[in-house]
């Protein structure tokens, strides 16, 4: 393949991106199950334990950008607070923080999350609970104003080049910085079968009240609202034999025209008494499928969104001891862009850490 190929594979690819985030797409983990807040308020305070703290760390297009790679950044404490004899609040927070290109064009949020449980019939170890959510944050959006980072589309030569001498006027409309605020509801459901078999399934939906992002300043008709965002994601963990367990789980996300579907599923190795120990280690795969824009075959055509194609596999790994979680993945990129990157598409880090105290019990929901 030859290297203007190969640059004209980058270009499409970033104006791709470009138009994600032009309509404000959102930051999405590999590892979404070790990132409950970011996935759906209504996994706050759904644990075992009283009090989780998560971080989690994601950087993609490392291969093609170099020193200019997206970066995510997320933290987020929760708790449980009981109600009676069975039912639950959550309560807890999140500060995520996403930098992206030469532009450092960048999204940071902080957020407020709550739910309620409410258990649904069985008993200790063998229950099912509805659990409602909701968040509300304050978000920063952000840009560079540094003029030898900008490149406009109207700069662009249509051959993967720049014109020389074009003088766009759009950066004397921008707003750089501003802050905005955001909603967002869940439901989820989750069924204690035994101590080594559970399922959960829930729904989210984010930007509940779809505010404006743009960094335009004008008031031109085509300035468009955030898009909501909707999440179905479940999960679980089926027993196998002795000590071994398949735990399996996808996230469907759509916003505006975006697609995405992560699957797959983790192997995991209780070491110890399986039915009572805290120390585990699990290896897995999963897949990501995405929408992709076509270009136009002739001149004055529409790009067109062919639905779904191979983005990325994904391997994963990680371990559990006593009340510490830590993930790890990284995603082999298989898309055409992997003429570029090399296959090299992101990694991630994961860290969970659980505070127990006197009030644990032994089974009521799965362990994220």
Not at 69 to 86: E, I, L, M, P
Not at 183 to 204: C, K, P, Q
Request: glycine share 10%; with cysteine; aromatic share 14%.
């Amino acid at each position: 393949m030859t290297i203007m190929r190969i640059g004209r594979i980058i270009i499409v690819a970033l104006f791709s991106v470009i138009s994600f985030v032009s309509q404000a797409q959102d930051i999405h983990f590999s590892q979404f199950y070790m990132s409950p807040l970011n996935t759906n308020p209504a996994l706050t305070g759904v644990m075992n334990c009283n009090t989780r703290l998560v971080a989690n760390y994601r950087n993609q297009w490392a291969g093609v950008l170099g020193a200019n790679a997206y970066n995510t950044y997320s933290v987020s404490y929760d708790q449980k607070v009981a109600v009676g004899r069975t039912d639950y609040f959550g309560i807890g927070g999140s500060l995520w923080s996403d930098v992206a290109g030469s532009l450092d064009f960048g999204t940071t949020q902080g957020r407020l999350s709550f739910s309620y449980a409410k258990k649904m019939g069985g008993y200790r170890e063998s229950s099912h609970f509805l659990v409602l959510g909701a968040d509300a944050a304050i978000s920063q959006r952000r840009l560079s104003q540094d003029a030898t980072a900008q490149i406009w589309a109207s700069e662009h030569d249509g051959q993967g080049g720049v014109l020389e001498g074009a003088n766009p006027d759009i950066a004397g409309m921008l707003n750089y910085d501003f802050i905005y605020a955001d909603l967002a509801v869940g439901l989820l459901w989750f069924s204690i079968i035994d101590r080594e078999n559970n399922f959960y399934g829930g729904l989210a939906l984010h930007h509940v009240n779809r505010p404006n992002v743009t960094f335009q300043t004008d008031n031109s008709a085509s300035i468009q609202p955030i898009g909501q965002r909707f999440t179905a994601h479940a999960g679980g963990q089926l027993w196998l034999s002795k000590g071994l367990y398949v735990v399996p789980g996808f996230v469907f996300l759509k916003q505006n025209s975006q697609v995405e579907l992560n699957l797959g599923t983790n192997l995991r190795f209780a070491v110890g008494n399986s039915r009572t120990s805290d120390q585990s280690w699990q290896v897995g795969a999963w897949y990501r499928l995405t929408n992709r824009y076509v270009e136009p075959t002739a001149a004055g055509g529409e790009s067109s969104v062919q639905f779904l194609h191979s983005d990325a596999f994904i391997m994963t790994a990680r371990f559990d001891y006593d009340n510490f979680g830590l993930g790890f993945s990284y995603d082999l990129n298989i898309s055409e862009l992997r003429a570029a990157s090399v296959g090299n598409g992101a990694f991630e880090f994961s860290l969970n850490y659980y505070i127990c105290g006197p009030e644990k019990r032994a089974v009521y929901c799965p362990r994220f």
